[in-house]
């Protein structure tokens, strides 16, 4: 079965430690996103890659980094610089055409202590 | 710029009842319009879409149908059930990036 797999489900870490999210994709697709969403609120985009070793911020990329190594990965990584980081982190990816719809992942709820 | 709006919720039903969820746009060119739905817990799965004008999306029972002329693309079923209780977002992508602008979401209850 094809699909976006994100891990770990829950994370939980001290403040200001850095955190790394996992998301591997199998859908052989070129695009892939990282959002956050909050309790209540829509989708923000943090960063997004169309292309492996690129990769290009969205509207809400301060305390977070990524890395596109791989066609399949697009790890995210939380930062200490990050003020507020809980929050649900959901990936997405889709082949890279335009207006194409995204497939996401079942996300990553990260609380820190 | 571009953007999705739709409706606040919560929005509680019955079960069996008819259902509109409105979601209007603003957009430059030709958007694509989608809606996702997100259980409780989960990411967001696809629930429909439409690329054209006067194309009607529908899925499990669910449907809407893409106006050009109003800029919406309202969401209705014509009877819900108690899983059908999620959230639903509306969303739009052009042809000039393959980002995709998400409404803030509406959470529907359904009601036994």
């Known amino acids: 079965d094809g699909g976006i797999t994100q891990s770990p489900k829950y994370l939980f870490r001290k403040e200001g430690q850095n955190v790394t999210l996992s998301c591997e994709q199998n859908?052989?697709?070129?695009?892939m996103y990282w959002y956050r969403q909050d309790p209540g609120q829509g989708l923000r985009l943090i960063y997004y890659?169309?292309?492996?070793?690129?990769?290009q911020k969205g509207d809400i990329a301060e305390g977070y980094s990524v890395s596109r190594e791989k066609k399949e990965s697009f790890p995210l990584t939380v930062t200490s610089a990050q003020k507020n980081p809980t929050a649900f982190y959901l990936c997405?990816?889709?082949?890279?055409?335009?207006?194409?719809?995204?497939?996401f992942g079942d996300g990553t709820r990260l609380s820190i202590l | 710029g571009d953007s999705v709006t739709q409706m606040e919720g919560p929005v509680t039903l019955s079960e069996e009842a008819f259902l509109t969820i409105n979601c209007t746009y603003t957009?430059?060119?030709?958007?694509?319009l989608f809606w996702y739905v997100q259980y409780p817990g989960e990411g967001l799965q696809l629930l429909l879409k439409?690329?054209?004008?006067?194309d009607k999306g529908s899925n499990k029972g669910f449907e809407a149908t893409y106006r050009k002329e109003t800029t919406s693309f309202h969401l209705e079923k014509g009877s819900v059930q108690v899983s059908d209780s999620a959230v639903y977002f509306c969303?739009?992508?052009?042809?000039?990036?393959?980002?995709?602008?998400f409404g803030k979401g509406t959470r529907l209850h359904i009601l036994p």
């Open positions: 439409a690329t054209k004008a006067d």
């Open positions: 997405a990816s889709n082949i890279g055409i335009n207006n194409q719809p995204q497939h």
């Open positions: 859908l052989n697709h070129d695009a």
């Open positions: 969303a739009l992508t052009t042809n000039r990036d393959d980002k995709i602008i």
């Open positions: 890659s169309q292309i492996v070793n690129d990769f």
């Open positions: 957009a430059t060119g030709y958007p694509s």
